[in-house]
């Protein structure tokens, strides 16, 4: 992979300005066409995308979220979808890991409205944080307890972790054994006590370093404890934790992209004629095709820009807006990540249509913007997503955040 992408945007030093939202974005865009020369041979090689969590914090874009005043580059939750569309047209794996550290690193701004979680997020500006996601809420005999002197000591095993190990910080969900309340900590992953297994072997998000991890003893320290402003005990995942339906969306959109991009480029070059004299762009039947996936695609991408200007929106008012009028924004935005997913499953099958047999060889990997998308839905159903919708639109019923505590919740990754 060329080097020459580092040069645009600068590392944010003390000697250079922090990057903008406009210039992380365009920088994403150059990165993606870099991804994208070489994600089929890293999937053979099973290579985890080291070099690529590096130029994710060198460019700033781990820093994209957070406050201009607090160090980072004040983008907005618009501007991380846009980033992770543009990415996951090139290797959905390395959207995947920025889209979990958009939304884990999230968690602490959102505990805390008021004060936007200004230390911690001065912390992971100045050091250009990485964050991964140990945030699966259903393994059982995972357990926090106080520990003499304040903070916690953490015992047990989780699942579907991503990207911890890639990362500098990981967000750590656990039950505490003192009161029937959730433990949302950040700790360094490097702490002792944790071990990461190697036992990915799934269908698609190959290189996402999805692990699962042992905790032995690991101790979490008091200023490591995420807190809360809210006033109520930790039960779920924070409130407006909407800004998750945008960027698992986004992923599903830029995936849609690239499956569309990658089959254009080989119908213009590759793909045989099926008619004598009729070359394949001009294939009546193909043009249709393309046509058809071309709608659903600058549709995604108009719903998309709508539906996170909402969640903006909700995000600015948030301290005037009461918590049923935050969650049917959170409802309402909830309508992009069915859609994206079933647009995306939809076109990432059918590029087989207009590019031939020849396209099925292993040496294209076309099949992994299918494999990616298609694991990535399943952890949270498209069904459950629609029936709720279903309910709001027939009902007035707003979506609530499951208790970790009282019922099982579904299932994330």
């Known amino acids: 992979m060329s080097t020459a992408i580092l040069e645009a945007p600068p590392a944010p030093t003390r000697a250079t300005a922090t990057p903008t939202a406009a210039e992380l974005l365009e920088f994403a865009r150059g990165f993606s066409a870099e991804l994208k020369k070489t994600v089929v041979e890293r999937e053979l090689r099973k290579e985890l995308p080291v070099y690529q969590a590096r130029i994710l914090r060198e460019s700033g874009l781990v820093n994209l979220l957070i406050p201009r005043?607090?160090?980072?580059?004040?983008?907005?939750?618009?501007?991380?979808?846009?980033?992770?569309?543009?990415?996951?047209k090139g290797d959905a794996n390395v959207a995947a890991l920025l889209g979990y550290h958009y939304i884990n690193s999230a968690i602490p701004r959102l505990f805390d409205f008021k004060g936007g979680a200004e230390a911690i997020e001065r912390k992971s500006a100045a050091n250009r944080w990485l964050w991964g996601n140990v945030s699966q809420p259903n393994e059982k005999n995972f357990r926090a307890d106080p520990r003499p002197g304040g903070g916690f000591v953490i015992n047990g095993v989780k699942g579907w972790n991503t990207g911890p190990s890639l990362a500098d910080v990981t967000t750590v969900l656990a039950p505490r054994t003192d009161r029937e309340e959730i433990l949302f900590a950040y700790i360094p992953t490097d702490r002792k006590g944790l071990t990461y297994h190697d036992d990915w072997d799934h269908l698609g998000l190959r290189l996402t370093d999805t692990v699962t991890i042992t905790f032995e003893n690991v101790v979490v320290l008091p200023e490591?404890?995420?807190?809360?402003?809210?006033?109520?005990?930790?039960?779920?995942?924070?409130?407006?934790?909407?800004?998750?339906?945008?960027?698992?969306?986004?992923?599903?959109?830029?995936?849609?992209?690239?499956?569309?991009?990658?089959?254009?480029?080989?119908?213009?070059?590759?793909?045989?004629?099926?008619?004598?004299?009729?070359?394949?762009?001009?294939?009546p039947y193909?043009?249709?095709?393309?046509?058809?996936?071309?709608?659903?695609?600058?549709?995604?991408?108009?719903?998309?820009?709508?539906?996170?200007?909402?969640?903006?929106?909700?995000?600015?008012?948030?301290?005037?807006?009461?918590?049923?009028?935050?969650?049917?924004?959170?409802?309402?935005?909830?309508?992009?990540?069915?859609?994206?997913?079933?647009?995306?499953?939809?076109?990432?099958?059918?590029?087989?249509?207009?590019?031939?047999?020849?396209?099925?060889?292993?040496?294209?990997?076309?099949?992994?913007?299918?494999?990616?998308?298609?694991?990535?839905?399943?952890?949270?159903p498209i069904d459950n997503n629609i029936r709720a919708l279903g309910d709001y639109v027939l009902n007035g019923t707003l979506r609530k955040r499951h208790s970790f505590i009282t019922k099982a919740a579904p299932e994330q990754t």
């Open 224 to 283: 490591e404890v995420i807190p809360s402003t809210h006033g109520e005990p930790q039960l779920s995942f924070p409130p407006y934790y909407g800004g998750g339906s945008t960027i698992f969306a986004s992923y599903y959109v830029g995936s849609a992209w690239g499956a569309f991009d990658s089959a254009r480029e080989y119908t213009r070059s590759t793909t045989r004629p099926r008619a004598a004299g009729v070359p394949a762009t001009q294939d």
């Open 286 to 380: 193909i043009l249709q095709k393309y046509g058809e996936f071309f709608i659903q695609l600058r549709a995604l991408d108009a719903l998309l820009d709508r539906v996170a200007d909402e969640i903006d929106d909700g995000w600015r008012r948030r301290l005037e807006l009461s918590p049923d009028q935050l969650g049917e924004i959170q409802t309402r935005a909830s309508v992009i990540r069915p859609l994206a997913a079933k647009s995306a499953l939809d076109i990432a099958t059918r590029i087989f249509e207009v590019t031939g047999a020849r396209a099925t060889a292993n040496s294209y990997g076309f099949d992994r913007f299918w494999r990616d998308v298609r694991t990535h839905t399943l952890h949270d």
């Open 69 to 88: 005043e607090f160090g980072g580059a004040g983008g907005t939750n618009k501007d991380a979808a846009r980033v992770i569309t543009e990415l996951a």
